[in-house]
């Protein structure tokens, strides 16, 4: 089970009190079909962060990052550069805020038994 936090230093503060040494970031890109655009998804980007509290409950914060449809190349679709740099500026604001916390960071988020993620990468 999981606790949402509604904001990153509500996140760190649990974390902190509870003494977790370790926090887990990544970039979620999640994509949706759109019908306007002949197929072409629209990706939607988010800061995820989790951290485990104990055996079965883990604390998980979100920041939306922005939405846009896909870029088509040669190569299949891809995240757009705006979007792709928007997301890696705010991973790095991340990362340094949960640093100056204390703790340590490592890539990856916890997930409920089941979940799926896409193939993009930010």
């Known amino acids: 089970m999981k606790v949402l936090?509604?904001?990153?230093?509500?996140?760190?503060?649990?974390?902190?009190?509870?003494?977790v040494?370790?926090?887990?970031?990544c970039t979620l890109v999640q994509s949706a079909p759109t019908s306007p655009v002949a197929?072409?998804?629209?990706?939607?980007?988010r800061i995820v962060v989790t951290a485990m509290l104990d055996e079965r409950l883990w604390a998980e914060w979100r920041?939306?990052?922005?939405?846009?449809?896909?870029?088509?190349?040669?190569?299949?679709?891809?995240?757009?550069?705006?979007?792709?740099?928007?997301?890696?500026?705010?991973?790095?604001?991340?990362?340094?805020?949960i640093a100056a916390a204390g703790l340590r960071v490592r890539e990856g988020m916890l997930a409920e038994d089941g979940t799926s993620m896409d193939a993009f990468r930010a």
């Open 39 to 45: 197929g072409v998804p629209q990706l939607t980007v």
């Open 5 to 19: 936090h509604d904001t990153l230093d509500a996140l760190l503060a649990d974390v902190t009190d509870l003494k």
């Open 21 to 25: 040494p370790v926090v887990r970031v």
């Open 63 to 97: 920041w939306w990052v922005g939405r846009s449809l896909a870029d088509v190349g040669e190569r299949g679709l891809r995240l757009p550069e705006t979007l792709g740099r928007r997301a890696q500026e705010r991973l790095a604001e991340v990362r340094s805020r």
